[in-house]
């Protein structure tokens, strides 16, 4: 192979990467939403201020719950088109009010002509999940049933963000002859977006059939195999870290498989994904999530008590505070990047161990029936909120597996530091 070949592949390599990044970073947008989105619809459930908890006691309380149940509800139900306005001012660059109103018209074109495209094909999983059967005249009638999630789901909502985004950044400065003067500029932005997005539309109204029935029946076979199905989404969960790539992975298992219909204070709904059924009250669901509790809360703590232990003495003290302030952000708050991203690139044996810890621990919290979830990652203030919903189980085990994955942490990563001399934070070689 030639150096310019070499050179051209390295170059295309970089910009793939580069772009890969860039979508990661703008799913974070979106996923912001999400803790309100919890912190509403938890507050608002039967057994905190509904008729099972303190709207028992205060019964002034029971209306309140209801509003809070359902302002939750709202974004949960709507979280296809906040990712598409999300993802699109995330990816763009120097991105306005145009980019997400080109995203939010996108949106629901491309969410009205797929429908209406699924709705004719007439048969197979996605055509069911559009259609609502009414009697008409003593007879039933399938009809089009506007009030349920699109089944692309978030995806859809991702995609369509994205070609806003792009679309944005090519024709945010377009000039029009002066009789389309008006159409020029960023109000061009949204019409090229409509238009785009009916034709995904029907591509997808045309394609997405079969990847609809896969999906359900992936679904299904996650629902089934969950134990295995959680490892090797735990361990990948962690490998696509340094590129981001995991929120692209969440929204798979969290948003889109496997689908249920459950039910809270007393409603019955459609959800899809783990997190939505987790919070819609499904039995069994957050078996993508309990295993994350163990890892971030109490092992990448001993992770970081190891690495600041590990330092030399003169450097404990800088290197103390720094792991110590990362290892609590973890356990109180779930955000895990400050202490991984300390031993991931300097340490690739460490983070492999990290990965391959974390599936363990999905795959076994699914294995003995543990469930928990959470609305942004899975630390303390998230395990405190949903401890006492009706399909958190075994909260017990999950606390005393945490325990002793802080000691396995803290062993595992002491030793291969020492042995292997490894330079975490505070080990680097002296500056001459």
Not at 241 to 248: A, K, R, S, W
Not at 417 to 427: A, M, Q, V
Request: net charge neutral.
């Amino acid at each position: 192979m030639s150096s310019a070949s070499a050179e051209g592949g390295a170059s295309i390599w970089a910009s793939t990467f580069a772009v890969l990044q860039r979508i990661g970073r703008s799913l974070m947008m979106p996923i912001a939403v999400l803790p309100a989105a919890g912190l509403l619809l938890r507050f608002g459930q039967d057994d905190l201020l509904g008729k099972d908890g303190l709207g028992a006691i205060w019964p002034w309380l029971l209306p309140v719950a209801q509003v809070l149940a359902a302002a939750g509800g709202a974004l949960f139900d709507n979280l296809p088109v906040l990712f598409a306005i999300g993802v699109s001012i995330g990816f763009a660059r120097k991105s306005d009010g145009s980019t997400a109103l080109a995203a939010l018209a996108g949106y629901l074109v491309f969410d009205r002509v797929s429908r209406t495209l699924f709705y004719a094909a007439g048969h197979g999983a996605v055509y069911d999940k559009v259609v609502i059967v009414t009697t008409v005249n003593g007879s039933p009638s399938p009809q089009l049933d506007l009030g349920v999630q699109n089944p692309t789901g978030v995806l859809g909502g991702i995609i369509i963000g994205l070609v806003a985004a792009v679309l944005w950044e090519r024709f945010y400065r377009i000039k029009l002859p002066a009789w389309l003067a008006f159409f020029g500029g960023r109000r061009f932005v949204p019409i090229v977006t409509s238009f785009a997005a009916m034709l995904l539309g029907v591509v997808f109204g045309l394609l997405w059939r079969p990847v609809g029935d896969w999906l359900t029946s992936a679904g299904d076979w996650l629902s089934a195999h969950g134990t295995p199905g959680a490892g090797i989404y735990g361990v990948a969960n962690r490998l696509l870290i340094p590129i981001g790539l995991h929120h692209f992975l969440n929204t798979i298992v969290w948003f889109t498989l496997p689908s249920c219909t459950a039910g809270v204070n007393g409603a019955t709904r459609d959800a899809a994904g783990d997190l939505n059924c987790y919070f819609a009250g499904e039995q069994g669901a957050g078996i993508f999530m309990t295993g994350f509790f163990p890892v971030m809360m109490f092992g990448l703590l001993g992770a970081a008590i190891a690495i600041w232990r590990a330092a030399p003495p003169h450097k404990r003290k800088t290197v103390g505070g720094l792991m110590l302030s990362a290892g609590l952000t973890a356990f109180v708050t779930g955000i895990t990047e400050p202490i991984e991203f300390a031993f991931i690139f300097v340490a690739p044996l460490l983070f492999a161990v990290h990965a391959l810890l974390t599936g363990l621990s999905m795959a076994l919290m699914s294995e003995f029936g543990a469930r928990l979830g959470f609305t942004f990652s899975a630390g303390a203030i998230d395990m405190l909120l949903n401890a006492g919903k009706s399909n958190t189980h075994r909260l017990g085990l999950i606390l005393a597996f945490g325990a002793l994955y802080f000691v396995v942490y803290y062993a595992l990563f002491s030793f291969l530091i020492r042995k292997l001399d490894i330079p975490t934070p505070g080990r680097e070689p002296e500056e001459t």
